[in-house]
């Protein structure tokens, strides 16, 4: 999940104008902390699907854009629903996010892994609002594009330390025992806060976690060498144990990895 203070950050959305090729296949968008599946079409009307996380945060994002997309102020943000197949639908909370080619722009927020089970089993994804439905998706090879999805996560794991026998058949990833939002307080995000006379901070933190659960290093990405904000979001974190282990498949605790992320804003007049 993502730790959010006095008031939300959307989502840092890239130009999904230039990756999605527009030609109805899926495609995997590879970057630095951070996995996006995509798809845009141009028939029988223009519009984009897409599913983006950050690797090891456990939360997902879904954005929607097409004509009948609803098209609202940057801070208008209202509750929505996202419906697989018939299926009951899940409730989210949607944030405008300007404008592309096809129509406006939804992200659609947030979402737990258990998600993907559901795109990958359907035919159709669509979004409503009390308004009415605004947006329909036919998925073809679903499955296989969400798939795709999970290789890129586990990619990105894998090189930030985790034991890739979690991954193959029989094998579990770690679980986390409480939510990201609460493994810093928020003195401790308030600190983090005033390192920066900006008025936003949106800082991501990846974690090894040692094969008890424990969180054996952390480090801030991108952060460079003796930088403070790294120390003041991993020193709070560092020997806590915050997950159930990661298993191989014979049940044997391996290590794991995953990410945080911290995101803080201050409203005006706010110290």
Request: glycine share 8%; net charge positive; hydrophobic share 40%.
């Amino acid at each position: 999940m993502i730790r959010t203070f006095l008031t939300a950050i959307p989502f840092v959305v890239a130009p999904l104008a230039a990756q999605a090729q527009s030609s109805g296949k899926w495609e995997v968008k590879v970057s630095p902390a951070e996995c996006s599946l995509v798809r845009g079409v141009q028939a029988p009307s223009p519009a984009l699907l897409a599913v983006r996380t950050v690797p090891g945060t456990d939360d997902f994002v879904v954005l929607v854009s097409g004509k009948k997309v609803p098209e609202r102020a940057a801070d208008a943000r209202f509750p929505v629903q996202l419906r697989f197949d018939d299926a009951k639908p899940i409730e989210a909370s949607a944030t405008p996010m300007g404008k592309l080619p096809s129509g406006p722009v939804l992200q659609l927020a947030s979402f737990e892994p258990t998600m993907l089970d559901s795109f990958a089993a359907a035919r159709s994804v669509s979004a409503s609002s009390d308004a009415g439905s605004f947006a329909s998706f036919e998925v073809p090879s679903a499955r296989a594009a969400v798939g795709a999805l999970r290789q890129c996560i586990t990619d990105q794991l894998i090189d930030w330390g985790a034991d890739p026998a979690q991954f193959a058949p029989g094998g579990k990833p770690p679980v986390a025992l409480k939510d990201r939002d609460h493994w810093l307080t928020d003195s401790q995000l308030m600190s983090l806060a005033s390192t920066t006379s900006e008025t936003g901070i949106d800082y991501l933190y990846r974690v090894v976690i040692a094969a008890d659960g424990s969180i054996e290093s952390c480090k801030r990405d991108d952060a460079k060498s003796g930088d403070k904000t790294e120390k003041l979001g991993c020193t709070p974190v560092i020997g806590q144990k915050l997950f159930t282990p990661a298993m191989n498949p014979a049940g044997t605790p391996v290590k794991g990895a995953a990410a945080f992320r911290v995101m803080v804003v201050r409203r005006p007049g706010r110290r």
